[in-house]
């Protein structure tokens, strides 16, 4: 979709995205505030009429735009969308759905980012500040799960000194943009801590597969802090019409496994990035454009 579609797209989702007053007060709510969770989940959302699941991003054949236009609603109470060359050619709206080449490629050694905990883009200067999640469809066998890990929920586990430790110690976030495959590892010298911000009330960006230690220590304390977001992510068995909003600047999150039957039936997801930095991006970057290559420091 060119940019002035997209635009005529996002003006009629302010106008007439389908939130309720209520729903608008609750984002809004969350924006402003956040909360303890790291997420708000919004349910029975109108999505309008979802075809058939497609096998490919060619042949999704969606007439209906009332789940874009009610997630672009709610992407603009958060922020600005945005979107990265390398996901889906820089569309503002992202489609998830099983592929058949990926399902046979699981049975081989391949591994999906989605399983473990993760922030998204934490190697990227151009981070989303929030993950807008509209579930069109849900997997048959439900067996699908989200969970969401929040750093208030964690910092209750760590001792002290770990915080200091999480705030202060440099690892290398590796970044997984390269042309040619996916789940590359490379190194483009992206040293930063896990916890950021006012270290009251921090931030939390981690990645562990993405993740390079400076010493046995802080790969021992890596993996313990991996073990701690663990026990603290909360499981949510995404439905259609749910509309989850994770914030991505307090939280990790990860998928669970599940089957593809590729008969129409399976999972989709919509997905949006928001920013809430748009006019520093502008101002760093020299650019308007909400479409980014890999932007490794600001
Ligand atoms: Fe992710």
């Known amino acids: 979709m060119d940019q ?10 302010i106008n007439l995205g389908g939130l309720s007053q209520d729903d608008i007060a ?15 989940l919004l349910e029975n959302m109108p999505i309008g009429a979802v075809p058939d699941t497609p096998l490919s991003r060619d042949s999704i054949n969606k007439k209906d735009v009332r789940s874009e236009m009610l ?5 603009a ?43 998204e883009n934490a190697f990227h200067a151009v981070q989303p500040d ?16 989200t969970y969401v890990a929040s750093i208030d929920n964690i910092l209750d586990k760590l001792e002290p000194a770990d915080i200091h430790y999480f705030a202060h110690e440099q690892y290398n976030f590796l970044s997984d943009y390269c042309k040619r495959e996916k789940n ?15 270290i009251a009330a921090p931030y939390f960006r981690f990645d562990p597969y993405f993740m390079v230690a400076s010493s046995h220590q802080a790969q021992t304390k890596l993996a313990m802090l991996r073990d701690l977001a663990w026990q603290a992510a909360e499981p949510l068995r995404l439905r259609a019409g749910n509309l989850l909003i994770i914030d991505n ?31 520093f991006l502008v101002e760093k970057l020299g650019t308007r454009s909400q479409v980014f290559e890999l932007v490794a420091n600001l």
């Not at 993950?131 to 849900?138: A, G, N």
Request: hydrophobic share 35%; glycine share 6%.
């Open 4 to 13: 002035a579609r997209m635009n005529d797209l996002i003006t009629a989702s």
């Open 26 to 40: 609750r984002i809004i709510q969350f924006r402003v505030f956040g909360n303890r969770r790291g997420f708000l």
């Open 71 to 75: 997630l672009l609603q709610a992407t």
């Open 77 to 119: 109470l958060l922020g600005d969308p945005i979107g990265y060359i390398q996901e889906s050619e820089g569309s503002l709206i992202n489609n998830f759905f099983p592929h058949p080449s990926q399902a046979r490629k699981m049975s081989s050694d391949s591994f999906d980012t989605e399983l473990d905990l993760h922030t």
């Open 130 to 145: 929030y993950l807008v999640l509209l579930c069109l469809r849900q997997d048959p066998g439900e067996e699908a799960v």
């Open 184 to 198: 590359c590892r490379i190194d483009i010298n992206k040293r930063q801590p896990v916890l950021y911000g006012d």
């Open 249 to 279: 600047r307090k939280t990790a999150h990860a998928r669970s496994a599940f089957s593809a039957r590729f008969d129409g039936t399976d999972r989709w997801i919509q997905r949006t990035f928001a920013v809430c930095n748009r006019r």
